[in-house]
């Protein structure tokens, strides 16, 4: 394959990643990494390291959108990202020490999870989630416009130690994988702490991008970072992530849903495969 064809995959591909990644706040990585091991052959450290430039990428291009918009819940972001970034940290830590083989596994079993809990949770309402004095005391309660659905959603945060607990464990996630740990927020403050789907995804852009810039510092002083791998995936991320923001706002949430899912599955048994393989 030559460099030329190489670039223009990576990029066409990138971009599909940043479009998909922004619409479901997963930032792209899950699925940049499976293109380019799978795909194209790539180490998958090298993968990772890319796939964190393009978690930032589909931040930078998405979250502005999202906070204009006020779908984004600001106040929630900064409180979980606190949590979120201590783990990013310790998860490009341990990154660097593990094998390639056992990264596949574990990356294809948590998507499987992911999946499986958002299909499974789908008629969750608001309704269930218990009232948290936490969440009113910290105004992290919020509200948006919905043009699919032409009505103010109003929500109101629940659960916040669990959520913060866990964010920990999507820093881990991001810095271990380069996923941005979308795919632990976006179910954790969607089935856990009663933020609806377009405002989980929306938090979770917003979010990604610092909690990758602290991972990525890691995978730089490693010298994982190629630029030759990086610099298209950031190109092609960014376009798409802008294209994405413009369209989710017009998506029903239960066809976020289902995009959401089938992508994780998607990507959840090509990884599988590798690892066992």
């Not at 509200?143 to 959603?153: G, N």
Request: hydrophobic share 50%; charged share 10%; net charge positive.
């Amino acid at each position: 394959m030559t460099p030329l064809l190489f670039t223009l995959i990576v990029a066409g591909g990138s971009y599909a990643a940043g479009l998909l990644g922004s619409l479901v706040g997963v930032g792209g990585g899950i699925i940049v990494v499976p293109l380019l091991t799978l795909c194209l052959g790539v180490d998958i450290h090298h993968a990772i390291a890319a796939s964190i430039i393009a978690v930032i990428a589909t931040s930078s291009g998405a979250a502005s959108s999202y906070v204009r918009s006020h779908v984004s819940n600001m106040r929630l972001a900064m409180l979980l990202e606190i949590s979120t970034a201590a783990g990013a940290l310790s998860g490009a830590y341990f990154a660097g020490l593990l094998s390639p083989r056992f990264l596949y596994i574990l990356f294809g079993t948590m998507l499987v999870y992911t999946a499986w809990s958002m299909y499974k949770r789908s008629g969750h309402t608001a309704g269930t989630f218990p009232h948290d004095p936490l969440a009113d005391k910290l105004k992290l309660h919020g509200t948006y416009y919905d043009p699919s659905a032409k009505k103010e959603v109003e929500y109101r945060v629940s659960r916040v130690k669990v959520g913060f607990s866990l964010s920990y464990l999507a820093g881990v996630v991001s810095g271990l994988l380069g996923v941005g740990g979308g795919i632990i927020k976006v179910p954790v403050m969607n089935l856990l702490m009663g933020v609806p789907l377009k405002g989980s995804t929306a938090t979770s852009n917003f979010m990604i991008g610092v909690t990758a810039a602290t991972g990525a510092a890691v995978y730089f002083a490693r010298g994982d970072i190629q630029p030759f791998i990086a610099a298209p995936v950031a190109i092609g991320v960014i376009f798409g992530a802008k294209t994405g923001a413009r369209i989710m706002g017009h998506l029903k949430s239960n066809v976020i849903r289902v995009i959401f899912v089938t992508v994780v599955i998607v990507t959840a048994v090509q990884m599988l495969w590798k690892g066992f393989k």
